[in-house]
C-alpha cells in the first residue's frame, strides 16, 4: 500500500528562521514520483517540485531546498529565510505508476510565518 | 485563462438536496482527479479520470456519490441526498498523461450542507 505520512501538523516560525517540513512516504514499487504543492491561504494548491525514484539529487531552488533520501524514504522541504509569503499548507504527494496514475497526498503541515 | 476552472466557487444546499459540482480541466489534459479536503484535512481522493478508460472510482464514499466526463472535458460531480458530513472543499485537477505529470488544481467548490 501506498502512504504520505507528514508528521508536522503546524508550525510556526519568526520570519528569516529557516524551516524544514518533513515528509515520509511508503511504496513497494521501484518506480514511483514524488511531489510538493503549496496551498496558500487563498485555497488554489500550487505545484512546487516532483522529482522521480531514480534520482535523489538534492535540488534547490532559490529560498527552496528538496532533500531526497530512499534510504530513509523521505523527501523534506526546506525553506531558507522563511518570508511571510511562505505562510501556507504544503503536502506531500507520491504517485507509482502501478496504481494507475492515482495521487497519494500526506495530510499537510501548515506553515505560519510570523513577521 | 488556461488554468482548471470550478464552479459553483461555493454552494449551499440543505440536507437531502443533490447537488452538481463542476470541472473545466485544462485543454489537452487528459487525466482529471477529483478530491475533497475537509477542513483542516488532507486530500482525500474520489475519482479519477484517464481518456476513455473506465474511471478510478475507489475513493468514492459512498453510492452517493458519481462523476462523470463527457468527451473528455469536462467532468461533473454528483452528491445526491446531501448529508452534513459532505460538507467539503471539492478539488478538481487535471494532468497529461502519465502520474510522472504534475497536476494543476482548481480552486475548489465549497459546499455547506445545511
Known amino acids: 500500500a501506498q502512504k504520505v505520512t507528514q508528521a508536522q501538523t503546524e508550525i510556526s516560525v519568526v520570519e528569516k528562521e529557516d524551516v524544514t517540513l518533513d515528509c515520509v512516504y511508503e511504496?513497494?514499487?521501484?518506480?514511483?514520483?514524488l511531489f510538493w504543492y503549496k496551498q496558500p491561504p487563498s485555497g488554489e494548491l500550487v505545484f512546487l517540485i516532483r522529482r522521480n525514484s531514480f534520482d535523489e539529487q538534492n535540488e534547490i531552488s532559490g529560498r527552496y531546498s528538496w532533500n531526497f533520501q530512499k534510504s530513509t524514504s523521505s523527501f523534506n522541504f526546506t525553506i531558507t529565510a522563511s518570508q511571510v509569503v511562505d505562510s501556507a499548507v504544503y503536502f506531500c504527494?507520491?504517485?507509482?505508476?502501478?496504481?494507475?496514475?492515482?495521487?497519494?497526498f500526506g495530510t499537510g503541515t501548515s506553515l505560519t510565518v510570523i513577521p | 485563462g488556461a488554468g482548471v476552472s470550478q464552479s459553483p466557487s461555493n454552494k449551499v444546499t440543505e440536507k437531502g438536496k443533490d447537488v452538481e459540482l463542476r470541472c473545466d480541466p485544462i485543454?489537452?489534459?487528459?487525466?482529471l482527479y477529483w478530491y475533497r479536503q475537509s477542513l483542516g484535512q488532507g486530500l482525500e481522493f474520489l475519482i479519477y479520470f484517464q481518456g476513455n478508460s473506465a474511471p478510478d472510482k475507489s475513493g468514492l464514499p459512498s453510492d452517493r456519490f458519481s462523476a462523470e466526463r463527457t468527451g473528455g472535458s469536462v467532468s461533473t460531480l454528483t452528491i445526491q441526498r446531501t448529508q452534513q458530513e459532505d460538507s467539503a472543499v471539492y478539488l478538481c485537477?487535471?494532468?497529461?498523461?502519465?502520474?510522472?505529470?504534475?497536476?494543476?488544481f482548481g480552486p475548489g467548490t465549497r459546499l455547506t450542507v445545511l
Open positions: 485543454s489537452g489534459h487528459t487525466a
Open positions: 504527494a507520491l504517485s507509482v505508476t502501478n496504481t494507475g496514475n492515482q495521487f497519494y
Open positions: 485537477a487535471s494532468s497529461l498523461l502519465a502520474s510522472y505529470n504534475e497536476q494543476f
Open positions: 511504496t513497494r514499487d521501484t518506480t514511483y514520483y
